[in-house]
């Protein structure tokens, strides 16, 4: 195996003898952060595929978890270029990754997720010359709350995917099944180098910006994992992020009148999202009268009967509220965050 390191960036770069010495059609893209449990079954899922000119990068971001996950990757090493960095953020390492790539497709795969052996066969022929990128649906399993679902299933797509469409969510991009062209993604100038959330929804409204034509399967081509220590954290933590690109979009990218109306809509949306999910963290504290609030405040932003009803029952059956919550959303109770911020005022 040759070694090179980088002292201007902090990088080393491993390169297992057999990884291709020219230029494969295919750079299949991992970046590595606390997957030590998973990264094994992940680099099984890449290496087994029928579609054979590929390479794998995988870019450990600085995991605290490296010495486990340099263990589980051991045996994969010759097949692969493993590169270590400075903590950056996953987007960061996922650009590290594409400036290393020698192939003209990108594929970007999670260290927790596993393509089906079809995956890059299927999303390779699909893509042929229509395509700047293209992504798939992909089977849900990890909570029982997921399975026998699919992503596209909550998550669906359908119509044209242009900017317009990211931004309604009417279709949505799953990374872990999605195929691009390297010229694309650097026309599009890449993931947001600095650690921000949601950085891969960012880099996909602005390659739809830059003329980039999207397709998707709705073929199941991959199984994505759903876990408490997954990159999306709680309930709270996922809107916040949101709206952290929402906001982030408003301000980086020319949008046009309909696209900013969009994004608008959907940040009036978030915040009464975000009060839903603080009332659901109070009402399972037991902080009944912050609970009845937030509700309330929710309601007032997006009134419907269902939130009508439930702060009603807040304000007047608080434990009745809360048994009947524990009951029927068990799973949904793990994503909800036992303390809030300390910056939420209860008093409003």
């Not at 301000?251 to 839903?276: G, K, N």
Request: hydrophobic content about 40%.
């Amino acid at each position: 195996m040759d070694t090179i390191v980088s002292h201007k960036f902090g990088l080393q770069v491993k390169v297992g003898r057999n990884v291709f010495s020219r230029s494969p059609k295919v750079s299949i893209v991992i970046p590595a952060y606390n997957v030590s449990a998973f990264i094994a079954e992940t680099l099984e899922s890449a290496i087994n595929q029928e579609y054979r000119d590929y390479e794998i990068i995988v870019v450990n971001d600085r995991s605290p978890d490296t010495r486990q996950f340099e263990k589980a990757i051991g045996p994969y090493l010759q097949n692969i270029i493993y590169i270590k960095q400075p903590s950056k953020g996953a987007g960061a390492a996922r650009n590290t990754a594409i400036e290393h790539a020698r192939g003209e497709l990108i594929a970007f795969l999670d260290g927790d997720d596993i393509w089906l052996p079809e995956f890059l066969a299927s999303q390779v022929a699909f893509m042929g010359t229509d395509y700047d990128m293209v992504y798939c649906d992909a089977f849900q399993f990890g909570m029982r709350s997921v399975l026998g679902t699919t992503f596209m299933q909550t998550a669906p797509s359908e119509g044209v995917v242009d900017a317009k469409a990211l931004l309604e969510y009417s279709c949505n991009v799953i990374t872990s099944g999605t195929v691009a062209t390297k010229a694309a993604l650097e026309h599009a100038e890449l993931f947001e180098p600095e650690p921000t959330k949601a950085h891969d929804f960012h880099l996909w409204v602005r390659m739809a910006k830059t003329g980039a034509r999207i397709g998707y399967q709705k073929l199941p081509l991959l199984n994505y994992r759903v876990h408490l220590s997954s990159l999306s954290g709680n309930s709270v933590t996922r809107i916040e992020r949101e709206i952290d690109v929402m906001e982030r979009i408003k301000r980086t990218v020319v949008l046009d009148d309909v696209e900013m109306a969009i994004v608008d809509r959907q940040l009036s949306r978030l915040h009464a999202d975000l009060q839903i999910e603080f009332g659901k963290s109070f009402l399972i504290n037991e902080e009944f009268e912050s609970a009845y609030k937030a509700f309330a405040e929710a309601n007032r932003q997006r009134r419907s009967p269902k939130l009508t009803a439930i702060t009603f029952l807040a304000r007047f059956a608080p434990h009745r509220l809360l048994k009947h919550y524990r009951d029927h959303r068990t799973d949904e109770i793990a994503f909800v965050p036992v303390r809030l911020p300390t910056s939420i005022d209860r008093s409003k």
